[in-house]
T-cell receptor
């Protein structure tokens, strides 16, 4: 159990375009999902916390107008990188935290990641 | 001081030996600690979670937590080449995970 999927796994786009990444929890409901970014040989950096039915909470230094997050249901969150530029090229990883009532509180299960390359 | 600190390595361990990975954290509020394994180009995979002082064993893995010393460790017994990866320590606090920079472990056949 506790499977999280991400789509697409890899995307290459031109500078100035927008890219949408989907994160789905396949076998559990996730009231909270998290979006991370990881640059080569660096650790995961939290970008934002996404709560179903409410606005995302962004970490300091992350532009909310550039990284749009929508958590429309208990199993789906999306991250849209708007007007992408080469410096946005990175490995984007989502995680999902099961509903606290499931008995697996605070554990996060990660999706396989999306590698974004902006030309 | 970083919230979660790890030695970046690389740490090289002969196959069959015990690999010891260490992590310290800066606050006394954190209640939950996790070890994740990350292979190159892949996302992190949860290996262990630990919430109470002492040891927690799961197969070849043992997590140790000492809240007084703000220290959490991971021992890998009978190390295998497939254990070669980066190991990330994380603590849960303020409703989010904070990761260390990871320790790169290489098991030498």
């Amino acid at each position: 159990g506790a499977v999280v999927s991400q789509h697409p796994s890899r995307v290459i786009c031109k500078s100035g375009t927008s890219v949408k990444i989907e994160c789905r929890s396949l076998d559990f409901q996730a009231t909270t999902m998290f979006w991370y970014r990881q640059f080569p040989k660096k650790s995961l950096m939290l970008m934002a916390t996404s709560n179903e039915g409410s606005k995302a909470t962004y970490e300091q230094g992350v532009e909310k107008d550039k990284f749009l997050i929508n958590h429309a249901s208990l199993t789906l969150s999306t991250l849209t990188v708007t007007s992408a530029h080469p410096e946005d090229s990175s490995f984007y990883i989502c995680s999902a935290q099961p509903d606290i009532t499931s008995g697996r509180a605070a554990k996060q299960f990660f999706g396989p990641g999306t590698r974004l390359t902006v030309l | 001081q970083k919230e979660v600190e790890q030695n970046s390595g690389p740490l090289s361990v002969p196959e069959g030996a015990i690999a010891s990975l260490n992590c310290t954290y800066s606050d006394r509020v954190s209640q939950s600690f996790f070890w994740y394994r990350q292979y190159s180009g892949k996302s992190p995979e949860l290996i262990m979670s630990i919430y109470s002082n002492g040891d927690k064993e799961d197969g070849r893995f043992t997590a140790q937590l000492n809240k007084a010393s703000q220290y959490v460790s991971l021992l890998i017994r009978d190390s295998q080449p497939s254990d070669s990866a980066t190991y990330l320590c994380a603590r849960f606090g303020n409703e989010k995970l904070t990761f260390g920079t990871g320790t790169r472990l290489t098991i030498i056949p």
